[in-house]
């Protein structure tokens, strides 16, 4: 991802820590986590092109749905269980989309300007069965790969850990308010779910 592989590159440079001055590292890894975060979230840069994918929903055997794509997407899954139980993220598997489009412009613009102005929070669940995939663009370079789960709101977010400065993921939230549901209701638009029927949303 280009611009977590941009902050890594910052970080190898300009954050090495030593052994004379490694109390005085933490709050430069601090900071680094604090851009790696807004660059992914309301910061999120210039995009001219976006890729809008229908997920299968993935704790959902049963669930049919017409024949999934050639082409695959990454997502980390976390399937809620009964009894208040959760299974543990597993590492990234690769799933094939079930319906996907390219848009550019003035929907791209719309799309970013959506995610953007969610209320990003941190977000405790270990739920995550994403219905949506999002890829940002901006010309051939992929900016971010977010997969978006609706039950929990949530979604795995590139991340520097504060303390020693590798890369990771974290899983990261939003508010279910009027953004949230503004960008659910666009990328239903864009590209209608065939194994979900949404409640109409205001």
């Known amino acids: 991802m280009l611009t977590l592989r941009t902050c890594v590159l910052i970080a190898a440079i300009f954050?090495?820590?030593?052994?004379?001055?490694?109390?005085?590292?933490?709050?430069?890894?601090?900071?680094?986590a604090s851009l790696v975060q807004a660059a992914h979230t309301t910061d999120l840069p210039v995009v001219d092109r976006i890729e809008v994918f229908a997920l299968p929903v993935l704790d959902d055997e049963e669930n049919s749905g017409p024949t999934p794509q050639s082409e695959t997407f990454l997502v980390r899954p976390a399937s809620?269980?009964?009894?208040?139980?959760?299974?543990?993220?597993?590492?990234?598997?690769s799933v094939r989309p079930l319906?996907?489009?390219?848009?550019?412009?003035?929907?791209?613009?719309?799309?970013?300007?959506?995610?953007?102005a969610l209320?990003?929070?941190?977000?405790?669940?270990?739920?995550?069965?994403?219905?949506?995939?999002?890829r940002f663009y901006r010309g051939d370079d992929l900016i971010f790969n977010v997969s978006?789960?609706?039950?929990?709101?949530?979604?795995?977010?590139p991340a520097i850990d504060p303390d020693s400065g590798?890369?990771?993921?974290k899983l990261y939230g939003f508010d279910d308010n009027a953004p949230a549901k503004r960008l659910l209701n666009d990328l239903r638009r864009l590209v209608p779910h065939p194994q979900i029927k949404h409640p109409r949303l205001r």
């Open 15 to 32: 954050v090495r820590p030593c052994a004379a001055d490694e109390t005085a590292s933490v709050p430069r890894y601090h900071a680094l």
């Open 80 to 93: 809620p269980r009964t009894a208040g139980s959760v299974e543990i993220p597993l590492s990234e598997i």
């Open 99 to 116: 319906a996907s489009k390219a848009f550019a412009a003035k929907v791209a613009k719309r799309i970013a300007d959506d995610w953007r």
């Open 119 to 134: 209320e990003f929070q941190p977000n405790g669940a270990f739920c995550h069965v994403p219905t949506y995939g999002i």
């Open 148 to 157: 978006v789960c609706w039950k929990c709101h949530n979604f795995y977010l």
């Open 166 to 169: 590798q890369p990771s993921a």
